[in-house]
T-cell receptor, first 112, second 115 residues
Framework: KAGVTQTPRYLIKTRGQQVTLSCSPI?????VSWYQQTPGQGLQFLFE???????NKGNFPGRFSGRQFSNSRSEMNVSTLELGDSALYLC???????????FGDGTRLSIL | EDKVVQSPLSLVVHEGDTVTLNCSYE??????LLWYKQEKKAPTFLFML????IEKKSGRLSSILDKKELFSILNITATQTGDSAVYLC???????????????FGQGTILTVHP
């Protein structure tokens, strides 16, 4: 069974641009969560989607947004990029909330 | 605010040693505690603990949860160089309604196993 797939693997952007990251969950999984990982802050929760609805959101500015499609695939968008947005963005899926989350390899975003 | 604290932050041992990693938490609406192993890429799921006192075991790894004292330990016996990784503890909390998807992570313990 294929794991969680995130694309692209690497991205380089400049300040002020916007970016869209994609996540395809494990087949049959309906819950998708996004996390930001940095050396200083560790892994921090961004948001959770279930059945195309955002169920929960972490403490990130409104520049961070996401959505989930009817096939459970999810996208995350960051607008007006700042240097501090440089991080590894991880997506995790589970069959439903409350089940173990399985992570993708992440998208490494670098802001110049 | 939900909080998860791991100790030690780093640990260096030799092959064959036994290690114990600690995780304490203060979380509203606790659902379960999870352990992950992260090498270069994605965190890999190890255990999910929901009930106190029940040990979960997988090979040389085992873990137990104490919901009264709000902590968990992860034990690794007969360590091998392949156990070198960052071990992450995370707590799954109910964030309202039917949402159980919010994981709060600790800082991680960096384990280095020398041959």
């Amino acid at each position: 069974k294929a794991g969680v797939t995130q694309t692209p693997r690497y991205l380089i952007k400049t300040r002020g641009q916007q970016v869209t990251l994609s996540c395809s969950p494990i087949s049959g999984h309906r819950s998708v969560s996004w996390y930001q990982q940095t050396p200083g802050q560790g892994l921090q929760f961004l948001f959770e989607y279930f059945s195309e609805t955002q169920r929960n959101k972490g403490n990130f500015p409104g520049r961070f947004s996401g959505r989930q499609f009817s096939n459970s695939r999810s996208e995350m968008n960051v607008s007006t990029l700042e240097l501090g947005d440089s991080a590894l963005y991880l997506c995790a899926s589970s069959f439903q909330g409350g089940q173990p989350q399985h992570f993708g390899d992440g998208t490494r975003l670098s802001i110049l | 605010e939900d909080k998860v604290v791991q100790s030690p932050l780093s640990l260096v041992v030799h092959e064959g040693d036994t290690v114990t990693l600690n995780c304490s938490y203060e979380v509203t609406n606790f659902r379960s505690l999870l352990w992950y192993k992260q090498e270069k890429k994605a965190p890999t799921f190890l255990f999910m603990l929901t009930s106190s006192g029940i040990e979960k075991k997988s090979g040389r790894l085992s873990s137990i949860l104490d919901k009264k004292e709000l902590f968990s330990i992860l034990n690794i016996t007969a360590t091998q160089t392949g156990d070198s990784a960052v071990y992450l503890c995370a707590v799954l909390a109910n964030a309202g309604g039917t949402s159980y998807g919010k994981l709060t992570f600790g800082q991680g313990t960096i384990l280095t196993v020398h041959p």
